[in-house]
Each structure stands twice: as structure tokens, then as C-alpha cells.
């Protein structure tokens, strides 16, 4: 330090001198021409001297003297300038050196169109026997860019040039200042020196006072027979040189104690540390306490220092556990189980008596005790069994694995304990995990006669959530609907932890089951954790099919205007369910009212059928021969839509049954051969000329017409003439009526024939039957007239012949005489009327007299009538008179010929007369009990009085004392 303050010292000075020769009122002029221009001597003169540092930095102090020092002059040969340098040298380290450069600068006078001959000295100089030297190193022009090495050069006229030295200095130099005084001198005169002085510094390593080391040495269960260590002995350089260690020796060690150099530092810097590794063995004979020897250091200088190192051995008990990590097995959750494990002294040195028990780490999600451990002694080298106590709390999730870390220390080392982690497996008891089961669908599409009942079988999933096997007591399977059975036909008896098992489960529907969905129910009952129940749909679908048979109806060929009719049946063919929402229309076909839907059912139940049955008329418009389809579509709700087909072919009236009556009326009417004959070649004829086109339509209805109405005439003639022979005139009347008629209708239709041959031919026919008519009505005019001359002719005969020859001599078209014969018998039936009038007038009044006297008269008892004896005056009277209407009545019916109602009033009269006798009869008689009744009261009453007076008289007298 007293080294750089004296550099300190000298750079001021320095600088104070530097600043006197600038500022001086005297300033030279270059190379030793005086000049007066201050900025000139700023210019020229400031900072012209650099130090350019090498490998040793300099204080801040040494740079401000180094600024200070050289300086650019133009003056007198006489004046010189110092700069300054500082060398730092290794004296440690062989061949160390130091080196710096230094500048400074000069003017040198004239113009630049002059040039002169400079020259530096010394090139090169040494001091201190050679080992600082000074040496020229280079030139460079400072206004014109022009450099060199060599120390003589040309310069040209009033530039400035600037000069560099370089100081060098070894180890072998002696510390002080070394200088020279370099000068520039040209051609013409001028001289330029400047003082180059070298500050050597000769750094020297120093060894600090020494401190001791100690080294602990714990004997445990892992030293064995002897305990090896390393241990670091620190040297300190408290010199400002480097310290370079040449040897390092150990001292004596204790017995059982063996150290050695592991390794040593070459160098140690300035003001540094570092440390020398020693191996020290120690042997477990070396008893406890302190045991030292020394460490010496040397270094290349000659300078050396002794170290203490002390070893502390210490024998402790350790602990150590069989494993260093305990699995303590599966705990079931919320319950706790018991494990041990194996504590032993490891060292072998000293007993343990009171064990430390820390946990580094705890499981929050149960708890960990060891029971009786600190009053456990564990000899030296020796080891017990510890239970521990695993407890789990019951929240604990399934599968965890809790853990804690524990240390077991003697008390008196609590370095030498056993670290051990205990683990243990969280389990659960067997749970449902999950459990389902399938559902089954059944449709009933099967006709219920062909099956006895639709089986599924699906499938029931139980897993076992637990850790512990799951035993399946029993399985009971239930479903809510009639008709539905469930069985299980397949069933584990255990389930595996974390498993899951199938149980298979038939479900048998009933052809009664109710449609809809249904809820099959799976009753699980194990030992634990228990039962449970889950459920399924099973779904019933009844369906229903509907089939119409015949698909097909052809009704054939139909004669127009006539009726066919042709049927088929829907069916619903399942037997399950009736056919919902039926509907029945016709879906296509000519909507002209030619078919007829003349039966239909309206619902089809279950299993049942309906008859369908339509009916085809076509109408004159329908073309003929022409093929005509219908189709009809049944459907429902719950079935799908059934069509069928009706077809039918329109065609003229078919003759061929017409014909066939008129031939099998051959032979049987008189002359009716003719006619037969003859109205079969009519309608022969026409159904030819139809078939060839050449009739018109409208002959069809009136030739066919016309040959019905010839077979009508022809039976009902037969049956007029039949009538006739036997007598029965009535028969006879109604025959010939109809007989009439369907000349009438044969007239008609033959009238309406528009072909001419057609309609000649069928009048043939009209005046035979006019013939035969007439004969018959003839036969019955005889008879009527015979009976309107017999004297034993009621009134309502003679109506009724009236009548009827009024209708005969209609048919026969005698208009005036049919005229005169309804009068005549108007006459007749009127007169009749009256009598059957008067008649009922006096069988009513008679029946109203007789309901009187039933009400005011008679009292009826047992079905009887009876009256009071003291009204048989009345009774006589009311009763003649009333059987005197009946008798009235039955004269006027039988005057007017209505003998029915004559013999009805007759036995009404005779009934009611039996009647009034009866009641006569029976009241009388009680009037008789009535009165013998009144006898014996009175001449019982009279006794009683008798006796009376004669009880009174004796009161009277005394007499009952006696």
C-alpha cells in the first residue's frame, strides 16, 4: 500500500508540472521556437502521453499520474517532460513478467513543405541488470497518417508526431522505479526529451495464521470395522502474490487412526483460500473423544506452515426396520387390522431403552399406532417384534392406497433412526357395482290356437364392486301383469371381487296377456351387502290380423235390372285382439248404385268373422257384356288394409227361365199349347237379334214382360179353372182377378213391342189368352146370377156376389154393367154396415150395464159375484134388461149376415145369463145363513135377559143370602 501512495504522489506532481508548462507565459514553439498562440499549445500539448494497459490493471491514482506525465511540446532542447509506468511481477511464479507502453508527442517547426531528419534515442535500454528494458516501438504522424518502426524517420514541417515506448519487466527485478530519458532531435535543431520512468512491483505470497479442523466420526451400523472420511484442511495466502504450494506433509496420527494427502491446490491467488483434502481412516478400537495430528505446507518460496486436524469420534445406537418400506396388506374400510414388523439396533454399540417415534408423513384418511413401543428396550445389535395398528376411516375411496413415513430414533441419537413407509391397501366388502337387466318384447303374431304361450330369454348383469368375493343367496324374479311368468334358469353362486356375473332369466307370456309394457322386477339378495332390486320392461303387442276370403268375388254374368248377389268373409285370424277402429268402403269401381253392400259386420272381435254380401243390379245404361270391378277395402287401426275384388258382366235378360215355364205349361191349359208356342218364338227371336244387334233395348223389358206376364195368365187360368170344377167359387174369384191382371200386363207389354214382327207374333198371343179369359168369367157370371136368385142369400153375400160381378164384368170391359153392379153392391154393403152397427151399439150398451151393476150391485168375493138380498127387486130388473140388449145385438148381426159376430154375442149373452143365475143362487143362500144367524142371536140374547131379571129379583128380595 505505501507503494501506491507513492505512485499517487509522484502522478500529482507530475500533473501539477504539466499544467505550469502549459499555462506558462513562455510556451515554446516547435523544436524550440517560442510561440505566443495559446489554443496552439492546447492542441498540441493536451493528453499527448497514453499508458496502454497490459495484463496487469492500474488504479485509478496510477492512471491520473500516467495522464499527467507525457505531454506534445515544440519546446527548447532544454525541456523535458516524465511519463510514467506500472509493472506488477509474480515473484512465485517463475518467468513472470510485466508489460506497458507509453506515448508521447511532439511539433516539429516550419511549414509543411519542409522536411527534416528526426531521430528518437535510446531505441533500447535495460535496467536492473537486464530484467526491466525500454524499447523503441513505433512512430506514427499525427497530421499527416504516416507510421514506422524505425527510431530515425523524414518529418515533414509542422506536424505532429506522436512516439511509443514499451517497459518490460521479470520476476528477477528488484521492486523500485526504474527511468530513461528518451530524445527527439531533428535535423534542424530541435530536441524534444521526455523522462519514461517504470514503477516495479514485486508481489509476494504470505501463508495467514493457521485455525484447526475437526472431523466428527459417528460409529453406527454402517461403518463396519472402521469408519473412513475426508476432511479439508484450509490455508490461507494473505500476501499479494501468488502462493504456490510445494509439498504438504501429515504428522504422527493416534493409533487406529490413518491419514493421508488426498489432494493438495498448486496455486493459491492473492489474498486467496483453499483447501488440502485428507483420507482419514479410524478404526473402531479408537475410543470416543478427541484424537489430533498435524498437517504441514510448504511452499516454492521457502515459506511454511503447520495445521492442527482434530477427530472426534463418536459410537451411537441406530435403529433400522427389516424393509425400508412395509406393506401392511388390504384393510376393509372403516375397520382396522393388526401387522408387526422387525426393529433392530443396527450398530451393535449400545442398547436402545426409549425409542422416538416421528411421522414425517401422515395419511389424513386413517390412522397409524404402534402400541407399547416406547417402553420397548432393544439390545445392542439385537431386534424385536412391534405390532402396528392400521386403522382406515370409513370415507375412504376404494383402491387407495394410504401411506405414512415414520422414523423410530434411540432418544439419545436421533440421527440413527429407521425410516420406514407403511402402506396399506384400501378395500371394500362386496356392494352392487351395477346391476341390469334386459327386458324382452313379445308380439303376439302366431294364431292363438297354434301356441300355448311366447317365451324370451334375457340376460341379468350383477358386478361385484367390492374387493371381497359376493355370495348370491337368492334371485326372485316378478312381473306385474297377469299372464307373465318369470324364471331364473341360470344363476352363479358367487361373484368374484371387481367381477360381474350373468344370470339368465325366461320370461313366458300367456296368450290372456294384456297388451302394453309391463314391469319385469329382480329381487338379488346376497349375504352382504344385502338385497336389491332392478327392473325392466317387457312389452306385449297383441296384433291382430284381418284376411278376407275369398280376395276374389266374380259374380258372373247379371242380367240387367236383375239382382245377383255373391259373399265373402273378414276374418280376424290371431285371436288376440279385435280389429280396432274397423272401416269398411269401397275404394274404386263405378259409383252408379249398381252394387250393393247388403251385409256387413260392423266390429270383428278376436278370432271371429263377419260375412260380407253385395248385391249387383245393373240398369238399363250398363253397357252389356262389358266387365265391371268393385274393389272394397277393410281396415283398422291395428291391422293392416284387406281388398278384394267383385266383377260382374251385365247382360240382357236371360229368356232361357222364362221359356223354360212356358213349355213346362204345355199341355196343361186348354188351347195353351198355342200360346206357349207362340211366345217362345218371341222371345227366341229376340234374344237372337240382341246377340246380333239388331233389336232395340227397349223391346228387352217388354217382350220379357210380356212372356212372364203369358206364364202368370196361363197358371192363374189354370188355377181359375180348377177352382170352377170344384165348386169353389171364391177360389175361382181371386184366380180369375189375377188371371185378369196379367192379361192386362200381356196387353200392356205387347202394345209397347216396337219391332214389328216381334209385336205381331205376341199379339197372337194377346187374343188367345182374351179367348180363355172369357170363357172362365163366363162360367163364374152363371154361378153369381144362381146365387142372387136363391131366397137363403144373406145381405153380405149378396154384397160380396155383387161386388165380385161388378170386378168380372170390369175384366171382361163392361164399364156400364161394372158400374151398376158396384152401385148395387154399395147398396148391400151400406144396409149391412147399418145392422152390424146397431148391432155393436146394443152389444155395447148391454156391456156397459152389465159393468155397472158389477160396480154398484155386485160385490165379488172369491171370483163370485154376489149382491145383498134386500136388492133382489133391482137385481131382476137390471139383469133382464141387460141380457135384453144382448139379445138385440144378436138379431141385428144375424139380419145383416154377420154370423161370427151373431154367435159371439149369443155365448157372451149365454155366459153372462150362467153368471146372473150363479149369483142369484149364491146370495140367496147367504141371506138365508144370515137370517138363522139373527135367530139364534136373538134367543140367545133373550136367555140372557131372562136370566137377568131373575138375578135382579132375588138382589131384591134377599133370597141369595139364604
Known amino acids: 500500500m505505501a507503494k501506491r501512495h507513492t505512485r499517487a504522489a509522484v502522478a500529482l506532481v507530475a500533473v501539477a508540472v504539466a499544467c505550469v508548462l502549459v499555462s506558462g507565459p513562455a510556451a515554446a514553439g516547435p523544436l524550440g521556437q517560442p510561440t505566443t498562440d495559446a489554443p496552439d499549445r492546447i492542441e498540441h500539448f493536451e493528453g499527448a502521453a497514453e499508458a496502454t494497459p497490459d495484463q496487469h490493471s492500474q488504479s485509478a491514482t496510477d492512471r491520473a499520474a500516467d495522464a499527467a506525465g507525457p505531454a506534445s511540446t515544440n519546446v527548447s532542447a532544454s525541456t523535458s517532460l516524465r511519463s510514467t509506468v506500472d509493472l506488477d511481477v509474480e515473484q512465485a511464479l517463475s518467468g513472470d513478467s510485466d508489460s506497458d507502453r507509453v506515448t508521447f508527442s511532439f511539433r516539429v517547426s516550419g511549414s509543411s513543405n519542409m522536411s527534416t531528419r528526426v531521430s528518437v534515442t535510446p531505441s533500447q535500454t535495460t535496467r536492473s541488470y537486464g530484467d526491466v528494458e525500454f524499447e523503441f516501438v513505433e512512430w506514427s504522424d499525427q497530421s499527416g497518417g504516416g507510421s514506422g518502426t524505425s527510431s530515425s524517420w523524414t518529418a515533414t514541417g509542422g506536424h505532429t508526431y506522436q512516439v511509443t515506448y514499451e517497459v518490460s519487466a521479470n520476476n528477477g527485478a528488484t521492486e523500485g522505479s526504474y527511468s530513461i530519458t528518451a530524445t527527439a532531435s531533428s535535423g534542424l535543431g530541435d530536441q524534444h526529451t521526455e523522462r519514461i520512468v517504470a514503477d516495479v512491483e514485486v508481489r509476494e505470497p504470505e501463508f495467514e495464521q493457521p485455525s484447526g479442523t475437526t472431523e466428527d466420526i459417528r460409529f453406527d451400523e454402517s461403518t463396519g470395522d472402521r469408519a473412513n472420511t475426508e476432511t479439508q484442511v484450509e490455508i490461507g495466502n494473505g500476501g499479494d502474490g501468488v502462493m504456490v504450494i510445494d509439498s504438504v506433509s501429515v504428522g504422527a496420527t493416534p493409533r487406529g487412526i490413518d491419514a493421508s494427502v488426498?489432494?493438495?491446490?498448486?496455486?493459491?491467488?492473492?489474498?486467496?483460500?483453499?483447501?488440502?483434502?485428507?483420507?482419514?481412516?479410524?478404526?473402531?478400537?479408537?475410543?470416543?473423544?478427541?484424537?489430533?495430528?498435524?498437517?504441514?505446507?510448504?511452499?516454492?518460496?521457502?515459506?511454511?506452515?503447520?495445521?492442527?486436524?482434530?477427530?472426534?469420534?463418536?459410537?451411537?445406537?441406530?435403529?433400522?426396520?427389516?424393509?425400508?418400506?412395509?406393506?401392511?396388506?388390504?384393510?376393509?374400510?372403516?375397520?382396522?387390522?393388526?401387522?408387526?414388523?422387525?426393529?433392530?439396533?443396527?450398530?451393535?454399540?449400545?442398547?436402545?431403552?426409549?425409542?422416538?417415534?416421528?411421522?414425517?408423513?401422515?395419511?389424513?384418511?386413517?390412522?397409524?399406532?404402534?402400541?407399547?413401543?416406547?417402553?420397548?428396550?432393544?439390545?445392542?445389535?439385537?431386534?424385536?417384534?412391534?405390532?402396528?395398528?392400521?386403522q382406515v376411516d370409513e370415507d375412504v375411496e376404494q383402491g387407495s392406497q394410504l401411506r405414512w413415513e415414520v422414523s423410530f430414533a434411540p432418544q439419545d441419537n436421533r440421527d440413527g433412526n429407521a425410516r420406514v413407509v407403511f402402506t396399506a391397501q384400501v378395500i371394500y366388502p362386496p356392494y352392487y357395482d351395477g346391476v341390469s337387466v334386459g327386458g324382452a318384447d313379445f308380439v303376439f303374431d302366431r294364431p292363438r290356437s297354434e301356441v300355448t304361450s311366447y317365451t324370451e330369454t334375457t340376460t341379468m348383469q350383477v358386478r361385484n364392486g367390492g374387493d371381497l368375493p359376493m355370495n348370491i343367496e337368492s334371485v326372485s324374479p316378478s312381473v306385474d301383469a297377469p299372464g307373465i311368468d318369470a324364471t331364473v334358469v341360470d344363476r352363479p353362486d358367487t361373484i368374484p371381487a371387481r367381477s360381474s356375473r350373468t344370470f339368465g332369466v325366461r320370461i313366458e307370456a300367456q296368450p290372456e296377456a294384456s297388451e302394453g309394457e309391463h314391469t319385469l322386477s329382480m329381487d338379488v339378495q346376497a349375504a352382504e351387502p344385502g338385497s336389491t332390486t332392478v327392473s325392466s320392461t317387457v312389452t306385449v303387442d297383441r296384433q291382430a290380423d284381418l284376411a278376407v276370403d275369398p280376395g276374389n268375388l266374380s259374380v258372373g254374368e247379371v242380367i240387367v235390372t236383375e239382382r245377383a248377389s255373391t259373399a265373402t268373409v273378414l276374418s280376424e285370424q290371431l285371436g288376440y285382439e279385435s280389429v280396432r277402429d274397423f272401416g269398411f268402403e269401397q275404394v274404386s269401381g263405378p259409383d252408379r248404385g249398381w252394387i250393393t253392400v247388403v251385409e256387413r259386420p260392423s266390429t270383428i272381435a278376436a278370432g271371429e268373422s263377419g260375412e260380407v254380401v253385395l248385391a249387383v243390379s245393373f240398369d238399363p245404361s250398363a253397357t252389356l257384356y262389358r266387365t265391371y270391378n268393385w274393389t272394397f277395402a277393410a281396415s283398422g287401426t291395428n291391422v293392416e288394409t284387406e281388398r278384394f275384388t267383385v266383377s260382374a258382366v251385365p247382360r240382357p235378360i236371360d229368356f232361357s227361365q222364362v221359356r223354360d215355364d212356358l213349355t213346362a205349361l204345355e199341355g196343361e191349359v186348354e188351347a195353351g199349347d198355342g200360346m206357349v208356342t207362340e211366345m217362345d218364338g218371341v222371345l227366341g227371336t229376340l234374344e237372337e237379334k240382341l246377340r246380333a244387334g239388331n233389336a232395340p233395348r227397349s223391346d228387352i223389358v217388354a217382350v220379357s214382360t210380356a212372356g212372364r206376364s203369358t206364364t202368370l195368365f196361363l197358371q192363374s187360368a189354370e188355377q181359375a179353372r180348377t177352382a170352377l170344377d170344384a165348386g169353389n167359387h171364391s177360389a175361382a174369384q181371386l184366380h180369375l182377378t189375377r188371371t185378369a191382371a196379367a192379361y192386362r200386363t200381356l196387353g200392356t207389354y205387347t202394345d209397347r213391342i216396337s219391332n214389328d214382327e216381334l209385336a205381331q207374333r205376341a199379339a197372337g198371343v194377346t187374343e188367345r189368352a182374351d179367348e180363355i179369359l172369357a170363357a172362365l168369367t163366363d162360367r163364374q157370371l152363371s154361378y153369381y146370377r144362381g146365387r142372387l136368385e136363391a131366397e137363403n142369400t144373406t145381405m153380405l153375400e149378396r154384397a160380396r156376389i155383387e161386388r165380385d160381378l161388378s170386378r168380372l164384368a170390369a175384366l171382361r170391359g163392361d164399364s156400364d154393367r161394372a158400374g151398376e153392379l158396384r152401385t148395387e153392391a154399395d147398396r148391400a154393403f151400406s144396409n149391412y154396415s147399418t145392422l152390424v152397427a146397431e148391432g155393436n151399439e146394443r152389444l155395447e150398451a148391454g156391456r156397459s150395464q152389465r159393468d155397472d151393476l158389477d160396480e154398484s150391485l155386485f160385490v165379488s168375493a172369491l171370483g163370485q159375484r154376489v149382491f145383498w138380498i134386500g136388492s133382489l127387486d133391482r137385481f131382476e130388473s137390471a139383469t133382464r134388461a141387460t141380457l135384453s140388449e144382448y139379445d138385440t145385438a144378436e138379431q141385428r148381426f144375424r139380419a145383416a149376415g154377420a154370423v161370427e159376430r151373431a154367435d159371439s154375442a149369443a155365448a157372451e149373452r149365454a155366459s153372462l145369463a150362467a153368471a146372473y143365475d150363479g149369483a142369484r143362487t149364491v146370495s140367496l143362500g147367504i141371506g138365508a145363513g144370515l137370517g138363522l144367524v139373527f135367530l139364534v142371536v136373538v134367543v140367545l140374547e133373550s136367555r140372557a135377559l131372562y136370566r137377568y131379571i131373575q138375578e135382579s129379583r132375588a138382589a131384591v128380595s134377599g133370597d141369595f143370602l139364604v
Request: hydrophobic share 35%; no cysteine; net charge negative.
Open 262 to 390: 488426498a489432494n493438495e491446490p498448486d496455486r493459491i491467488g492473492a489474498n486467496g483460500r483453499d483447501g488440502i483434502d485428507l483420507d482419514i481412516s479410524v478404526d473402531d478400537t479408537v475410543e470416543e473423544g478427541d484424537h489430533s495430528f498435524t498437517v504441514t505446507a510448504s511452499d516454492n518460496l521457502g515459506n511454511r506452515e503447520t495445521y492442527e486436524v482434530t477427530v472426534r469420534v463418536e459410537k451411537v445406537p441406530v435403529l433400522s426396520a427389516d424393509s425400508t418400506v412395509i406393506s401392511l396388506g388390504e384393510v376393509l374400510v372403516g375397520e382396522s387390522t393388526v401387522k408387526s414388523f422387525t426393529l433392530r439396533e443396527a450398530a451393535g454399540y449400545e442398547s436402545v431403552s426409549d425409542v422416538v417415534t416421528e411421522f414425517a408423513e401422515r395419511d389424513s384418511r386413517g390412522n397409524l399406532a404402534f402400541g407399547g413401543l416406547g417402553e420397548t428396550t432393544i439390545s445392542a445389535g439385537e431386534s424385536t417384534s412391534q405390532s402396528v395398528t392400521v
